[in-house]
């Protein structure tokens, strides 16, 4: 724990109120102050006014995340990040951000047909279409022994239309329509992409996990 925080617990510990305003040095910085409370207990209250990076296990991506370590000499992963998303059924709706490609070539704009997988997780797409690697994702998500624990989930593949346009606020829009058979709820709903920026024999190429809601 880092000098700062103890200060800030020992200070408390001793009763006193304790006002933080955010450090450049820390990521983290907390407020805590005490009230008197009738019977001599306190109240308490923390405010965390830190800057969190979201952490999350996904353990329907380690197969992926082999196919890139098998190909490393091959693939070269440039960036990865979670982004939000809205999905209604087989269509997604996310923004890449401005520092997602930070000195790199801008991505292919303009709409396409693309091919993707179905899990019960989500879908996988490639852009631009990049069939070897597809073809070993395909072969890796079906492999029990590829997941941290075993699993068998039934991955199909699918047809899947894509868009990509300039953001008005910075950044670029994705817009996928998967031709699944899974049945749509008929709203949209807020969910999760992860976008992998990759360089694959001199080309730049996009892989994104839409993961669904139900």
Known sequence: MSPFALAVLAAFARGQEVAVSTPVA?????????????????SVRILSIGDFQLAASM????????????RRGSVELLDVE?????VNGGSFKYRLPEAMQDGADPPSTGTAKVAALESEYGYF???PAEPALLDAALDSFRRPDRYRRPMSPRVSERKAGLLVAPAAEGGWVHA???????QTAGQWRKTLATAYRLRVGGRRVED???????
């Open 26 to 42: 820390i990521s983290t910085a907390v407020a805590v102050s005490t009230e008197p409370a009738p019977g001599g207990a306190g």
């Open 59 to 70: 353990p329907h991506l380690a197969p992926f995340e082999r196919v890139l370590a098998d």
């Open 82 to 86: 979670n982004v939000p998303a809205y």
């Open 125 to 127: 797409l490639l852009w």
């Open 176 to 182: 996928a329509t998967i031709e699944t058979p899974r």
């Open 208 to 214: 994104f996990f839409l993961k669904t809601t139900l």
